[in-house]
């Protein structure tokens, strides 16, 4: 299997312990991670090689996160290194009613601080099959969304498959206007081959909305027909596109989603079977690992758009049961799920 990159910034993720307020914390849980780091982490574990690229600050910071990419068997050799400071965010893990919160403190971050050119993309592509970059790099800043756009034109040019998750934060496009940043989104989304978002993501980034049926994102009853408008808008949008994917959380509670996935690949709408995620541990990285799983199901069952839909579903529903940012599970026990054993019993 050929080499897959992801593109983004990793961060110190710092929570307070257990279900703390920050006003109650003394202390914070140390975690690495981001979008494109967690999707690195699911595939490694996966048995597929994969580099992870972004830019560090030489400082024992940068070297941890560093180190953390290592350990899980993640190319690092990419990586540039360069200015002041890792970016982090704050996590409030909620709980039954209360959601959760997340500050971010990642202004002059060094990825943050990117430019074009600091990257020699033609020599990270070279062997790769498969290129994956989130929404979220770019909205860091005007540098990294040149780097981005950098990145995904020398993809383009050498035949690598490109994908991206949409994954629109309004906190963090802070430094250009709703149309400065369609123009930007739409001129990287165009060059992708697999979009994965969902229906806000959708509408922020591209004015696109679901016709003639309302969307329901909270409760049991999300319906999986009211996307097919939004993937067949996508798809009209971007014709380079030949599958668009969204999610289906159901938010009962902080504790109690529903979970979900759809793929439309311009003629079928694939529907995965629904899981019950009751008792969440840390849905943070739950999109990321649904991407991790998807990219190692179309690489894996290239003519079973259905059974790759299955697996990243199932592999980001065991997400929500560790704590971190990045999904800790074996293709075996993903299987596992898929098979209908949702037991937990303990393997002896």
């Known amino acids: 299997m050929k080499k897959v990159v992801t593109f983004g910034e990793i961060m110190l993720r710092l929570s307070p312990q257990g279900y703390l307020r920050f006003s109650q914390a003394a202390n914070f849980d140390v975690v690495y991670g981001g979008g494109e780091s967690n999707v690195a982490v699911s595939l490694a574990n996966y048995g597929v090689p994969v580099d992870f690229v972004t830019r560090l600050p030489g400082n024992d910071i940068g070297a941890c996160a560093m180190m953390e990419m290592r350990k899980r068997g993640v190319g690092t050799d990419k990586i540039v290194w360069g200015g002041d400071r890792l970016g982090i965010y704050f996590l409030e893990t909620g709980a039954v009613s209360r959601g959760s919160k997340v500050v971010y403190d990642r202004a002059h971050s060094a990825m943050a601080e990117i430019k074009a050119g600091m990257i020699d993309w033609e020599t990270v592509f070279e062997g790769v099959e498969w290129f994956h970059w989130t929404g979220i790099t770019p909205a860091i800043s005007q540098g990294a969304a040149d780097a981005c756009l950098e990145a995904v034109k020398a993809a383009s040019a050498k035949g690598i498959t490109v994908s991206t998750d949409l994954n629109y934060r309004a906190k963090l496009w802070k430094y250009c206007d709703a149309g400065h940043r369609e123009r930007i989104m739409s001129e990287l989304t165009s060059y992708c081959d697999i979009i994965l978002g969902n229906e806000e993501d959708a509408e922020m980034h591209f004015g696109i909305k679901p016709e003639g049926i309302e969307v329901q994102t909270q409760g049991h009853e999300v319906k999986a027909g009211a996307f097919l408008s939004v993937c067949k808008q996508m798809m009209g949008k971007f014709p380079r596109s030949k599958k668009v994917i969204t999610t289906l959380r159901g938010s009962i509670s902080a504790s109690h989603n529903t979970w979900a996935g759809v793929l439309y690949d311009g003629e079928t709408m694939y529907e995965s079977p629904q899981y019950q995620i009751t008792d969440i541990v840390d849905r943070v990285g739950g999109g990321d690992s649904f991407m991790g799983g998807l990219i190692y199901g179309l ?16 592999a980001s529903c ?24 949702a037991s937990g019993r303990v393997a002896r």
Request: hydrophobic share 45%; charged share 25%.
């Open 299 to 314: 690489l894996t069952f290239p003519e079973d758009d259905q059974n790759a839909l299955n697996f990243a579903v199932a």
């Open 318 to 341: 065991l997400k929500h049961t560790i704590k971190g940012d990045a999904n800790l599970v074996t293709v075996a026990e993903v299987e596992k799920l898929m098979g209908g054993d």
